[in-house]
């Protein structure tokens, strides 16, 4: 990869981190507020929730430290989410299945950006992929631990399918067109949107039978 676009995939990497942390952060927040915890427990859970994948991305990866240890952008806007949430709850409230619908996003933006950040540290295709959805639902594991429910990775509509079909247009994309930044839009997009029609028909996949 030349080093102009090597350069540019880094701050389009470092644009999405700082955009799907605001709106994991947010579901985080929303769902802190919804399960009565105090202020404390709000921000915890809002930071909790946009930064526990990436974290974990960038230790596997050997990005350390953490970006989100190491830039203050992502723990001041994790906490500025949190804090909107909880003074402004009714607001966001009102929108339909808030949770959900900023938890879709979340998920787009940081698989891609998870598939990118791996790529640019030399990851396999395969690794990038997997790197990309665990970024992706890091976020919304840590989050529902935190509030003792099972994981909505493992019960929700086509959640880390969306993740994964997101990264791999990403990552495929990109070894096959010259440019990353085409395919990394289409593949959040398709994240985003098999994640949303999920929701919205019911799409889950098989669950085994018991008598």
Not at 103 to 115: E, K, N, P, T
Request: charged content about 10%; overall charge positive; glycine content about 12%.
């Amino acid at each position: 990869m030349p080093l102009d676009q090597r350069v540019l995939v880094t701050e389009s990497v470092r644009l999405l981190d700082l955009v799907g942390t605001f709106v994991f952060a947010l579901s985080g927040a929303i769902a802190g507020v919804q399960n009565r915890l105090d202020l404390f427990g709000v921000l915890v859970l809002s930071f909790a929730a946009a930064t526990a994948g990436g974290i974990v991305r960038d230790v596997l990866i050997g990005a350390v430290p953490p970006a989100a240890i190491q830039d203050w952008r992502y723990l001041a806007l994790s906490l500025t989410a949190g804090l909107v949430t909880f003074f402004w709850h009714p607001l966001i409230a009102k929108m339909k299945s808030p949770v959900q619908i900023f938890d879709a996003f979340g998920l787009g933006l940081f698989a891609i950006a998870g598939a990118a950040k791996a790529t640019s540290f030399h990851l396999e295709p395969g690794g990038a992929i997997l790197m990309g959805i665990l970024t992706g639902i890091g976020g919304g594991v840590a989050r529902d631990l935190l509030v003792s429910q099972v994981p909505t990775v493992f019960t929700a509509e086509l959640y880390a399918v969306a993740a994964l079909a997101g990264a791999a247009v990403a990552v495929i994309g990109g070894i096959i067109f010259p440019s990353y930044i085409p395919a990394a839009t289409l593949g959040g997009i398709i994240c985003v949107a098999l994640r949303l029609m999920a929701i919205r028909n019911g799409w889950k996949l098989p669950v085994a039978k018991r008598r």
